[in-house]
């Protein structure tokens, strides 16, 4: 089962994550993916991620033309987080407003702590990337299924539990295949929020 921020001591996740390429904080790694289903379209869920490819969190049950920021904004996670339950935030690409807790990289970035910030940021959330890779690839059934919406639900979250035990054993997984960086899609940055945590991370740590 998926249970955020997972099942090691919240240290342990944001000092396995530190060591990535020295984000401070992090609690875990978000991303959307859409799986196809034959009817009517296709099937769009956010996945949370720590350190060890463990998925943590899965929404699995928006329409493909929902975008990842608004199915992050309607999450459990999200209202969690908003709520202060968390101490930390998780790293997401330009498809979601940066927020306090959750941290988009500069669109621009400076020479110095901000790029220096957006390398980082971009090291540390390739393993949310590299964890959809392996899910996919370990489950070929999520490159198509050919189910209703709400059975294809069912099967997104179940794979993810077996991919989460599979992990944990020490399974070997297919090669895998990761998406493209540039099919993020920009939020407008008159609504993103998260600026002053982001520039105080920038400015302390790098």
Not at 121 to 134: F, M, N, W, Y
Request: charged fraction near 25%.
């Amino acid at each position: 089962m998926a249970v955020f921020p997972g099942h090691k001591p919240v240290r342990n996740i944001k000092e396995e994550f530190h060591r990535i390429a020295g984000l401070p904080n992090v609690l875990g790694c978000v991303d959307g993916t859409q799986i196809p289903i034959t009817a009517p379209a296709e099937n769009e869920a956010d996945y949370i991620c720590d350190a060890a490819y463990i998925v943590t969190n899965v929404e699995a049950k928006w329409p493909g033309s929902v975008h990842d920021s608004r199915i992050y904004r309607e999450c459990r996670l999200s209202n969690r987080f908003a709520r202060g339950e968390f101490d930390g935030y998780l790293p997401g690409d330009r498809g979601y407003p940066c927020q306090p807790s959750l941290l988009t990289p500069y669109p621009d970035p400076e020479l110095g702590p901000q790029q220096r910030f957006n390398v980082a940021h971009c090291r540390t959330r390739a393993r949310v990337e590299k964890t959809l890779g392996i899910l996919k690839s370990r489950f070929q059934c999520l490159q198509k299924l050919r189910v209703t919406p709400e059975r294809a639900c069912d099967i997104i979250v179940a794979c993810v539990v077996l991919h989460n035990i599979a992990i944990i054993r020490g399974e070997q997984h297919p090669a895998i295949q990761i998406n493209d960086p540039a099919d993020d899609h920009p939020i407008p940055a008159d609504v993103q929020d998260g600026r002053a945590a982001r520039d105080l991370i920038a400015r302390n740590y790098f």
